[in-house]
């Protein structure tokens, strides 16, 4: 008896891996609303997002497909960015909506710095909150920084200014049967914080 203990536990741990393996994702297709490049500097050139590889990878155990830009937006402070880009197109259902972003400057925590809006195909909507020190930080961090509160740090890297980080926010849907056809990222234009949008991927 004994020796089918060990093969009776793998055989579970693979079946495990494979039915997680088998969540069905997709890709929220952000280039064709971009406006800054990974390689491009805020503020200077070596100010970047250089250090982040595209492609698909997996980031703190959800799976992204970085594209070569992102989506950045204002604040009344860098306030040549827009506030809002709208119609990102997902055409697609969904229980869980994985974000990876971060923000440029600081504010107090707690405060509502960015938002994104799902719009589903019966015209309904929801709207996702960005709370600064909750989902998200300053892409900017020194070693012993704390991440936030109910999202989690998804990648680490650095530029020629400072090391840099990216976070990962869930949001869960409440409405997994609908159809979502577009969602629309805005920033609150209420701190000095811009956010920005790296990528986004939908989990069946």
Known sequence: MRRFAVPAVCVVALLLIAGDDKRKTTYVNLQPYTNQKLKGGV???SNNLADLK????TLAGVKFKIGEGLIQLGSPRSADWPKKVEDIEVKANFSKLHILHATHQSTEKDAIIAYFTVNYEDKSTQTIPI????DVLDWWHREN????SRAKVAWKGRNNDSKIRLYLTTWKNPEPTKKVVSLAFGSTFYTDCAPFCVAITAEE
Do not use: H, L, R, Y
Request: a negative charge; glycine letters at 26%.
């Open 43 to 45: 503020g200077n050139e």
């Open 54 to 57: 595209e492609g698909e990878q």
């Open 131 to 134: 709370v600064f020190g909750k």
């Open 145 to 148: 920084d704390e991440g936030p």
